[in-house]
């Protein structure tokens, strides 16, 4: 076979090899250079033949003026995964040794996983590609529309409003991995990009940083934070984030002499090494923030705010070997203690009758830490101990945050907390963690949710698994509390463990649970997602301390960067979203009518209050309504931003909890609630006193079951309820899909998008506005869609529900200054109107009817009426005027076929399809080309 020359030739050599069944042996990386046919073609020859042909149909589509950023994407991620298949390819041993670290892989045969690896990341690029060139082909023949890639402006992000923004005021949601390569420069274009994301992040700040008791700086504070912009030059100019890092040997060498380790490392945990309570830690950390903060204030690199520590918690039960604190208590934590039981009961008779106690003062109270926490659990002790630990951990956290906001009152701040230790099933109270008065405090909230779809190291299945594919309560939970407590602040998850967790990998795992993790956490309320985790260098190597270090090289196999398909989903799905942010963003600013109790008093003293308030969490969910939370503090600030509150298994409260009730209901609010609720005070001491309904409305379901008491809030907000209904019959009696409403482009379209987190395909029913008349158009696919779909387990939807047609012919040209308007008649009815450029390309359908207003162009008349099945039409306009109005339908080209023969054969002319198919060549066509032909 003769060597093809020039881009044509290349591309006809390629298809014609693929339709044999053959591939390339020789192959250059811009371009295919040397063909040849063998029947012993490798993995890798198939790969890059399809990649090179990716390539070059994008390159076609680009020049017609489609909008191809998801295939440059789909291009980057399988050039950098080939590299990193040749990189594991050379390193089987590596990774076989980091496979045997993994607690989840100890009973497979590690040197075998290595061994497979890189042509497993091979298989994955080719599927990656394949779907890739399979999309762009159904754009190109118009059986599907997108919206065009709204790409991050990574240095002209600001925050407008609770929403990041572009430059053009219209939000965007942010990505990246916590974190990269450790040491890469921050201006790698292979790590800091479009595909990965590129927020920067200089040095993290700690006590290390202060180099003499006077607070003078140390040279990496100057030189990679104060002057990040010349250590990294063009990485300055992004948006970032600070970090406030807590963990390791972060004691001066002349504090450690003059203060003594051993006087300042009390009380530590996981990822604090020090103890808080010490004035001395204080001290260096207020020299640093003086230091410091002044030089580096109204930076781009704290957009995302201050990080004021990772993965927070001060956990007290000896039970607990992971997270339990070390060394005992200091000195200042037990005065501070002391200090704190007395402002609390005031006398120590108060105290010695609530706890049983002899204490002659105060002075003689001591405490060992850690301690047996299910052993006081529920006693007026124990509720003291865990209730004084939130508030001195929430002083520390406050001293950090007025410690940079008195040095740059413009910086925002935020945490990173474990939502386990919220949401979770265990139920603990004792780590410290004040959620509501955290999420008060900062201007951003923050956490690192994790949905997963399994526990490998669990022994049986969890409990979810009954009902839902994938763990969804922690991410969804946890946002609608932060939503909640903070509500219009930036939601950041600043470590999501969604492709991987310490207890949870799948190498296999697929495209569509990417999706659908990712867009659960988005609709209800994540504004940044910075997933864990980009371990590799641009030359596919992997992180040495990740290699040699076991304890660290157990996290890195079995991850993202050993899954091209996942890499690649992510960055597709934050396209996609980014593509309709405005859209997107109505899902998270909804109105929560409902709003659950939550009391962190009942939370203390009941390890299973937590459950009982997912169980009525759980039951309302899936009913289309928003779900949010209510405690003292937001029924005392914010009468009127809801419709009902639901008290659901509460016994015990404080006193200002339960007169925050009573005052809501004065004031006109509406309660339900059992009768097992608000009968204690936090010491379960018996509560006397009775709910009265004052002005409001007050209904104690007495029969104490959810599904009373969920009856009872639908009836109140009934009036509330969306307008569009998603039914759902998935073979359960727990349904599955999450499905939410918002408005659409006006009054008679509205959006909905379904996420089945159930373990069974969902059979829907979509009713509508007018059920008669409404269309169901798929957003991201622009193709109309019947009322009843089936959607798999992990399937997303994301629909206009009314009466506007499907677009799926629909590719506006760039570049057009004026917008022209037109309007498309059949006989005397109009059939379609729109705003857009020239070359537009729809699909009517059938009694499509919008109404125009403001309409001034010309009106393109047509003869004939619509088959009920529509019609492809396509126009072609020029400044105001139409040049070309015809009906079409599609074409596929076969073996023989020339434009002009095609022309032929539907009476029309070679000038006539090349017009309306916008076809430059008339003389190059392919076999399975579509081209659109008249119908008449």
């Known amino acids: 076979m003769r060597k093809p020359k020039g881009k044509i030739m290349t591309m006809i050599c390629i298809l014609l090899l693929l339709m044999n069944g053959f591939t390339l042996s020789a192959y250059g990386k811009e371009r295919v250079r040397d063909c040849h046919v063998t029947k012993d073609v490798t993995l890798l020859e198939e790969v890059l033949v399809k990649l090179q042909l990716l390539r070059e149909l994008k390159d076609v589509a680009e020049q017609e003026g489609y909008d191809v950023e998801r295939e440059k994407a789909a291009i980057w991620m399988a050039e950098q995964f080939l590299k990193f298949a040749d990189w594991d390819e050379a390193h089987i041993e590596e990774n076989a040794t980091a496979f045997g670290s993994a607690p989840m892989y100890k009973n497979s045969d590690t040197q075998k996983m290595a061994e497979e690896l890189p042509d497993f990341e091979r298989r994955e690029v080719l599927k990656m590609v394949e779907k890739s060139l399979l999309d762009l082909q159904q754009v190109m023949a118009g059986t599907v529309s997108r919206e065009p890639v709204r790409l991050v402006e990574w240095d002209k992000v600001t925050v407008q409003n609770g929403q990041y923004v572009n430059s053009d005021g219209k939000p965007v949601f942010l990505y990246d991995y916590f974190s990269k390569a450790h040491g890469a420069p921050q201006n790698d274009p292979e790590l800091y990009n479009d595909y990965l994301g590129n927020i920067v992040h200089p040095l993290s700040l700690s006590t290390l940083m202060c180099a003499t008791e006077e607070g003078d700086l140390n040279d990496r504070a100057i030189n990679e934070v104060i002057h990040f912009d010349t250590y990294y030059p063009g990485a300055g100019d992004n948006i970032g984030y600070m970090f406030l890092w807590h963990k390791g040997n972060l004691i001066p060498k002349w504090a450690q002499e003059k203060y003594g380790v051993e006087n300042l490392n009390q009380g530590i945990s996981t990822y ?82 609530l706890w049983g106690t002899a204490y002659n003062a105060f002075d003689e109270i001591t405490v060992e830490v850690p301690m047996d926490i299910p052993a006081i659990r529920g006693t007026p002790m124990g509720y003291d101990w865990q209730r004084f630990n939130m508030d001195r951990v929430m002083n520390w956290f406050t001293f950090l945050h007025d410690g940079i906001l008195e040095n740059d009152p413009t910086a925002t701040t935020h945490f990173k907390i474990f939502p386990r230790f919220i949401t979770g099933e265990s139920g603990y109270r004792d780590h410290g963690i004040d959620v509501e008065a955290i999420s008060m405090m900062t201007e951003m909230v923050g956490h690192d949710a994790t949905i997963r779809k399994a526990n490998n190291l669990a022994v049986e299945p969890e409990a979810w698994e009954t009902n839902y594919v994938y763990y969804w309560r922690e991410a969804a939970m946890m946002n609608d509390l932060l939503s909640s407590f903070g509500p219009d602040k930036i939601n950041i998850n600043s470590e999501s463990h969604f492709a991987s967790t310490s207890n949870y990998r799948d190498l296999e795992m697929a495209p569509e649970y990417v999706r659908s993790a990712y867009w659960l956490s988005t609709i209800t309320g994540t504004h940044a997602n910075l997933t864990w985790w980009w371990p590799r260098y641009a030359d596919g190597s992997i992180e040495p301390r990740h290699l040699n270090n076991l304890s660290k090289a157990k996290s890195y196999p079995g991850s993202v960067v050993q899954q091209p398909r996942v890499a690649n989903e992510i960055t597709q799905t934050f396209f996609d979203m980014n593509a309709h942010s405005e859209t997107l963003v109505k899902f998270q600013q909804q109105e929560k009518p409902i709003r659950l109790f939550y009391s962190e008093t009942a939370n203390i003293q009941d390890k299973e209050q937590i459950n009982k308030l997912f169980d009525a969490y759980e039951s309302m969910y899936f009913e289309g309504m928003p779900m949010g939370f209510a405690t003292q503090r937001i029924l005392d600030e914010e009468v009127g931003a809801f419709d009902v509150v639901v008290i659901y298994d509460t016994p015990t409260v404080t006193d200002a909890e339960f007169e925050a009730v009573q005052n809501y209901l004065n004031a006109g609010g509406t309660v339900i609630m059992d009768e097992v609720s608000l009968v204690a005070d936090e010491y379960k001491k018996e509560r006397h006193e009775l709910l009265m309904a004052g002005n409001g409305q007050l209904v104690v379901v007495e029969q104490n079951t959810l599904e009373n008491m969920k009856a009872e809030a639908f ?68 193709q109309a869609l019947p009322h009843k779909i089936q959607l798999p387990p992990e399937g997303v939807l994301f629909l206009n529900v009314g009466n506007k047609s499907a677009w799926a012919i629909h590719d506006p040209v760039k570049g057009l200054k004026e917008p022209i308007t037109a309007v498309v008649t059949v006989g005397d009815s109009t059939i379609m109107s729109w705003m857009g450029g020239e070359n537009e390309k729809y699909h009517v359908y059938a009694n499509d009817q919008l109404v125009a207003s403001n309409i001034h162009a010309t009106t393109i008349k047509l003869s004939g009426m619509l088959p009920e099945e529509g019609v492809n039409f396509v126009v072609k306009l020029a400044k105001g005027k139409p040049v070309a109005a015809t009906l079409t339908k599609p074409y596929k080209v076969v073996k023989g076929d020339t434009l002009a023969k095609i022309a032929k054969g539907y009476h029309t002319t070679l000038q006539v399809l090349q017009q309306i198919n916008d076809i430059k060549n008339p003389h190059y066509i392919h076999v399975n080309q579509i081209i659109l032909v008249p119908t008449q």
Request: charged content about 25%.
């Open 272 to 353: 604090t090494s020090y103890d808080i309570d010490n004035p001395y830690i204080r001290d260096m950390w207020t020299k640093i923030f003086d230091k410091l903060i002044p030089q580096i204030a109204g930076r781009k690199q704290d957009t995302l705010g201050y990080v004021l520590t990772n993965e927070p918690h001060w956990v007290t039960d000896q039970n607990n070997k992971w997270f339990a604190v070390k060394n005992g208590i200091s000195d200042h934590t037990l005065a501070y203690y002391r200090t704190w039981l007395q402002e609390k009961h005031g006398d120590i008779a108060t105290l010695n009758q």
């Open 715 to 782: 009836k109140i907000v009934q009036h509330k309820m969306p307008t569009v209904i998603v039914k759902e019959d998935n073979g359960l009696a727990q349904k599955g899909c999450i499905w939410r409403v918002v408005d659409g482009d006006d009054e008679d379209n509205k959006v909905v998008t379904v996420i089945n987190v159930g373990k069974n395909t969902a059979q829907l029913t979509i009713e509508g506005i007018n059920r008669d008349n409404t269309k169901v158009i798929d957003l991201l696919t622009g």
